[in-house]
């Protein structure tokens, strides 16, 4: 899209050595919104989606009891709770190399209104996933906690705004976190003037993707639809970049990977 292009020097993620092994795991990536209504759940589903298409790719899609409304929206799935009566190890089979975990009862609550579906990072090293993307939306508490610490990358939705300029101008990162921007307008001057704020801040410049998410009918269209958008309009400029977006997490995530073995 038009707007403000990332400086090489400050977003560039070089190749790994080696490729990731399957012995150390599927490869974890979080998004979260800064904020509700930035839109996380979107940018995941359809990343996930996208991911599943890679050859030998075989992935799951999770989201918890609190923030799975997205999730069971964006891949048509019936409002009843899917998780009662499941053991751990069940899951929507949404198509053939992507998998759901949705609306879990992250605490295993034994008094809730269904038997607790327990889940959590640790059962999913030799699950076989090859990736695993989780939504957390503007969930907090000791679930997301965790799926945040387990994951190679983290990713932060946000708008170019004004409002998210001042959040992110106080918001700690994590080492494995990164900015993404989402719903940006390729008209809008504000926008374009916070996206270059941004990526010249210090302590942001270095941590922002690239990719920039346009806000375009298709992403809309898609959501009215019930399906990822990188299902059904993978040719749009919104679908585009949430591929671009896919291969740069895989290989930061590498990177991340080497980096903690050094």
Not at 185 to 206: C, E, G, K, N
């Amino acid at each position: 899209m038009n707007g403000t292009p990332a400086p090489d020097d400050s977003v560039s993620t070089p190749p790994p050595s080696r490729p990731l092994s399957l012995k150390e795991g599927p490869v974890v990536i979080v998004f979260q919104s800064l904020r509700e209504g930035s839109g996380s759940s979107t940018v995941a589903a359809a990343a996930a989606r996208q991911l599943s298409s890679r050859r030998n790719g075989r992935v799951l899609a999770v989201a918890p009891q609190s923030a799975c409304s997205g999730f069971r929206a964006l891949f048509n799935l019936p409002a009843e709770n899917p998780s009662a009566g499941l053991s751990s190890d069940t899951f929507w089979h949404y198509a053939d190399s992507l998998h759901l975990a949705l609306d879990f009862n992250e605490n295993g609550n034994e008094d809730s209104e269904h038997p607790p579906f327990k889940f959590a990072p640790s059962v999913l090293r030799n699950s076989g996933f090859t990736h695993v993307v989780v939504d957390l939306g503007h969930a907090d508490g000791d679930a997301a906690r965790r799926w945040r610490e387990a994951a190679d990358v983290v990713v932060t939705v946000a708008e170019p705004d004004a409002h998210t300029a001042m959040k992110l101008s106080a918001h700690p990162l994590a080492r494995n976190e990164v900015i993404l921007f989402n719903k940006a307008l390729s008209f809008s001057q504000s926008h374009t003037d916070v996206m270059q704020f941004l990526r010249a801040t210090p302590h942001l410049a270095a941590r922002i993707a690239p990719q920039i998410i346009p806000h375009d009918e298709f992403a809309a269209r898609s959501a009215l639809q019930r399906g990822p958008v990188t299902q059904l309009a993978r040719f749009s400029e919104s679908a585009r970049a949430i591929a671009a977006l896919s291969t740069w997490l895989i290989l930061r995530a590498a990177r991340l990977r080497e980096d903690a073995r050094c």
